[in-house]
T-cell receptor, first 111, second 114 residues
Framework: DQQVKQNSPSLSVQEGRISILNCDYT??????FLWYKKYPAEGPTFLIS?????DKNEDGRFTVFLNKSAKHLSLHIVPSQPGDSAVYFC??????????FGAGTTVTVRA | DAGVIQSPRHEVTEMGQEVTLRCKPI?????LFWYRQTMMRGLELLIY????????DSGMPEDRFSAKMPNASFSTLKIQPSEPRDSAVYFC????????????FGPGTRLTVT
């Protein structure tokens, strides 16, 4: 049962433009959300997170938005850079240790 | 600062053989996780340790899989006997329990069972 869904398997964006990655979840008990970035042959690395008490969190070029009523979150990357080309995973937690991951979105930043 | 260390990075073995994957968490982290990534199922949690004690092993697929954490700096995931469907990338992750929920992942072990 996939509780976290990333419906876009891939995204291609031009360098300098905005990348928007989307994630939907079904479990209303989730109260913490994270985005991870993964390069080939490496483990996922933590990017940014948001608690359910907030609707926005920003860290440099990365901003995560949370819409609890829609059970939807998104990651905005502005401006996109070639080094941002990677697989991005959305994850959610209802119990502090247990992360449920989405299937991932592959982002390709074109020069 | 060293991150999570996993060994081996690649393992190729024949069906029926025993496989042991190793993990050294980040120093000071008291929670350790084993994950498996496959195309079909994505990233799934196998087992979670807190202070070296297994807390949640509900994700361990079957009795062929076992995990141990004899001390705070070492954990193993063993598959005995291995089967072709165990082929996957296995990640170890660690974090500080009670802090933020951020888990730090190792580079993974790519297991191929022929």
């Amino acid at each position: 049962d996939q509780q976290v869904k990333q419906n876009s398997p891939s995204l291609s964006v031009q360098e300098g433009r905005i990348s928007i990655l989307n994630c939907d979840y079904t479990n209303s008990m989730f109260d913490y959300f994270l985005w991870y970035k993964k390069y080939p042959a490496e483990g996922p690395t933590f990017l940014i997170s948001i608690s359910s008490i907030k609707d926005k969190n920003e860290d440099g070029r990365f901003t995560v938005f949370l819409n609890k009523s829609a059970k939807h979150l998104s990651l905005h990357i502005v401006p996109s850079q070639p080094g941002d080309s990677a697989v991005y995973f959305c994850a959610a937690s209802a119990v502090h240790y247990k992360l449920s991951f989405g299937a991932g979105t592959t982002v390709t930043v074109r020069a | 600062d060293a991150g999570v260390i996993q060994s081996p990075r690649h393992e190729v073995t024949e069906m029926g053989q025993e496989v042991t994957l190793r993990c050294k968490p980040i120093s000071g982290h008291n929670s350790l996780f084993w994950y498996r990534q496959t195309m079909m199922r994505g990233l799934e949690l196998l087992i979670y340790f807190n202070n070296n004690v297994p807390i949640d092993d509900s994700g361990m697929p079957e009795d062929r899989f076992s995990a141990k954490m004899p001390n705070a700096s070492f954990s193993t995931l063993k598959i005995q006997p291995s089967e072709p469907r165990d082929s996957a990338v296995y990640f170890c992750a660690s974090m500080v329990a009670g802090g933020t929920y951020e888990q730090y992942f190792g580079p993974g072990t790519r297991l191929t069972v022929t």
